[in-house]
């Protein structure tokens, strides 16, 4: 069985630039979460796709976009590329029927480290 | 705003005794609760969890304890291995909602 794996591992972008960051989720599952986590943060919810739509979104701007596909891996866009975007992004799969709990089955990838300079 | 807290950055204890690890809560609608554990270059993995039905949970060595009234949670590992030494965050949400919203997490380490 594959767990959640992200790619890239690392990435350095400069300030006004696009980025996209993209996850495979588990074997069996439908749902993808993307969380950010800044620096000495806990991760913060950006939005959850359930068979390739939008199934809620947390505090984030429209810049943040994302993507599910067919075979439930997904992108996570963000556009216009800020400074304080630099942070750890998670993705995360469950297989959760309509998306939501038990979270328990939420596993997590290594996420990618994202520098703004 | 910072719905979930975890005041403590950082806890060490022995080997073999108790740790405890707290968390607090303002969103009087939060009803499910969760632990999760991080080390280096992974990704966090899921520990334990409390609906609010529940003042109590046990796994193993886990206990995770929940007093609503006083909005807070605590994970109880016993005995503490140094296995054990890792980043754990609280996350807290609502049954029906998929924000859910972690702490600034408490780095544990556990001595030989």
């Known amino acids: 069985e594959t767990g959640v794996t992200q790619s890239p591992t690392h990435l350095i972008k400069t300030r006004g630039q696009q980025v996209t960051l993209r996850c495979s989720s588990q074997s069996g599952h439908n749902t993808v979460s993307w969380y950010q986590q800044a620096l000495g943060q806990g991760p913060q919810f950006i939005f959850q796709?359930?068979?390739?739509?939008?199934?809620g979104r947390g505090n984030f701007p429209p810049r943040f976009s994302g993507l599910q596909f067919p075979n439930y891996s997904s992108e996570l866009n963000v556009n216009a590329l800020e400074l304080d975007d630099s942070a750890l992004y998670l993705c995360?799969?469950?297989?959760?029927?309509?998306?939501?709990?038990?979270?328990?089955?939420?596993?997590f990838g290594p996420g990618t480290r994202l520098t703004v300079l | 705003d910072q719905q979930v807290k975890q005041n403590s950055p950082s806890l060490s204890v022995q080997e073999g005794r108790i740790s405890i690890l707290n968390c607090d809560y303002t969103?009087?609608?939060?009803?499910?609760f969760l632990w999760y554990k991080k080390y280096p270059a992974e990704g966090p993995t899921f520990l334990i969890s409390?609906?609010?039905?529940?003042d109590k949970n046990e796994d193993g060595r886990f206990t995770v304890f929940l007093n609503k009234s006083a909005k807070h949670l605590s994970l109880h590992i016993v005995p503490s291995q140094p296995g054990d030494s890792a980043v754990y965050f609280c996350a807290a949400s609502e049954w029906n909602n998929n924000d859910m919203r972690f702490g600034a997490g408490t780095r544990l380490t556990v001595k030989p």
């Open positions: 995360a799969s469950s297989g959760g029927g309509s998306g939501g709990p038990p979270y328990n089955e939420q596993f």
């Open positions: 796709y359930y068979r390739e739509e939008e199934n």
């Open positions: 969103n009087s609608m939060f009803d499910y």
């Open positions: 409390i609906s609010s039905i529940k």
